[in-house]
């Protein structure tokens, strides 16, 4: 069992730590569930919740530990994490044991880069937009079955989908629950951001409205000999690993969306492929693209 630290500093404000407990509740909510679930073990059932009374001290033991330095301490093992909210960092941030000297990553919608490439992309200028949202009309429902760290909800949200976003990693979840949070209450974002589903998958979705459009973008394997990848990208893609049941998921898409479902592939990699599926179309991405499957 993984266990997931957690950490809010005194000069927190009270909205926030209100916050933080809340996410904390839902997190540990999203635990007992999955520990009552039939499919619990690979997903969130996995998780024990710990909270830290002293935080100073776990960093340097941890940093100590991923060293190759023996300490005495708590310190977190190499596949532990910590989630902390610790100013002046805009949100909720993840550490990882094995790369605790790492900055935390951080879901900021704010930040200057980030916001700039969201808002000037729209239906057109973005592939994933073009992809999705053809043919749609504005407040289409939109599943982004995969949302990650939640960019390309934001784009489809954006481009005028209603979006509802599913991720079924736990720390994941956690960063990116914190980020659409702040997201929805930023001057930046004068449109609905996308609803995070409880933490799991599509396969969850109980409601009664169905989306018209799922998206669907997993892990891919590295390519070996790849480029070293930026440092926060590398945190998440060691918290995520490769998602390798994508011919499950591809067919529960198919079954819930309405009208199709876009899969984004690395240029390199040739479509998913299955008996009784067959891509009607491709939208380039450059490195990447997007392929459609239509539903029958
Ligand atoms: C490549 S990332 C998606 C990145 C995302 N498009 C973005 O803009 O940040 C894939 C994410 O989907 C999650 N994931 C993969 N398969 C999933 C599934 N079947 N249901 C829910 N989440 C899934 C992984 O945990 C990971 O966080």
Redesign the pocket.
């Known amino acids: 069992m993984r266990t997931l630290y957690y950490y809010c500093a005194p000069e927190v404000t009270a909205t926030r730590r209100a916050e933080f407990a809340q996410l904390i509740a839902a997190a540990q909510d999203a635990v007992q569930a999955a520990a009552s679930a039939q499919e619990a073990a690979p997903l969130a059932g996995a998780w024990q919740l710990v909270a830290v009374s002293d935080y100073d001290a776990l960093i340097k033991a941890t940093t100590l530990r991923a060293k190759g330095k023996t300490v005495t301490g708590l310190a977190l093992e190499p596949e532990d994490v910590l989630l902390e909210l610790t100013p002046p960092m805009a949100g909720v941030g993840l550490r990882l044991g094995s790369l605790a000297n790492f900055k935390p990553l951080v879901i900021d919608f704010e930040q200057v880069a980030v916001r700039q490439r969201l808002l000037r992309g729209g239906r057109q200028k973005e592939a994933v937009a073009r992809a999705v949202m053809a043919g749609l009309p504005d407040g289409a429902l939109v599943f982004d079955?995969?949302?990650?760290?939640?960019?390309?909800?934001m784009i489809l949200a954006h481009a005028g989908a209603q979006v509802l976003s599913?991720?079924?990693?736990l720390p994941?979840w956690c960063i990116l629950h914190d980020g659409l949070l702040r997201a929805g209450r930023s001057r930046f974002y004068p449109f609905t951001v996308p609803t995070l589903h409880p933490l799991g998958?599509?396969k969850d979705y109980r409601g009664a409205a169905r989306p018209e459009v799922i998206y669907y973008?997993?892990?891919f394997p590295e390519r070996s000999g790849s480029a070293q990848v930026k440092k926060d990208m590398h945190i998440f893609q060691e918290v995520?690993g490769a998602?390798t049941?994508n011919e499950d998921?591809l067919r529960a898409a198919l079954t819930l969306a309405t009208r199709r479902v876009v899969v984004k592939r690395p240029d390199y990699a040739p479509p998913l492929s299955y008996p009784g599926i067959e891509l009607a179309y491709s939208v380039d991405g450059g490195q990447c693209r997007f392929d459609c499957f239509q539903v029958d």
Do not use: K, V, Y
């Open positions: 079955a995969t949302a990650g760290l939640g960019r390309e909800s599913f991720e079924r990693q994941i998958t599509i973008d997993p892990m995520i998602d049941d998921f």
